[in-house]
């Protein structure tokens, strides 16, 4: 949306009579918290660009990963607007404290990322998954399966390449990486030859949308452009 002085039909007119999700609303910020608070109390927003009062008869759904009461006592989250959301409240754990919803979670999100392949997980990359803390939830969860169904060569995601996959996605120490490049420079190379063709399958597998690869590898579109570059002039 470019201009401001045109009158844009968004989410909230497109809800009208159903169901409106809004993810993650403890990263709203506290002006458009404000409006959110009038379309739940009155029903009623205004186009942005416009003047007019609209109404809009929504259902509101909303999630979030953060702790509002702690953003409450920060003020960074209305208090009114949270007991406005909070009508019916679902507290979900964390993946870390239901590992036993590891197995039909994996298999439900390897048949979205790859449709055109059956990837099945060997008992043991089940139990390494387990052994997992997933910070990232099940954010991160995809992201590992998705960097494993790039690097196995079959169908089968063994334990060793959940292990790839998760080494990939873990920071590891600067003097760590220093080390190891002092001690392995051949090696090293053939990493970076490893790491270019893997980027580049993943790119073709993402049809050339490096936000989507991006997003699925859980770096910004920064660091990929960065790596890409780095990959290209070694």
Known sequence: FTDPHAAKAGLVQAAHGGTLFLDEVGDI???????LLRLLESGTYRRVGSTELRR???????????????LIAAGRFREDLYHRLGTFPIVLPPLRERREDIPLLAAALLARIAPQRTLLLAPGALTRLAQHPFPGNVR???????????????????AAVIERALAIGSPRPAAKIAAVATRAARPAAALRDAERDALRAALAAHAGDRQSLARSLGISLRTLYRKLKQLDTD
């Open 29 to 35: 910020p506290l002006t458009m918290q404000v409006k």
């Open 56 to 70: 809009a008869d929504v259902r509101l759904v909303s999630a979030t990963h953060r702790d509002l009461h702690a």
């Open 140 to 158: 991160e969860l995809r992201n590992v399966l998705e960097r494993a169904s790039l690097l196995a060569d079959g169908s089968t995601l063994t």
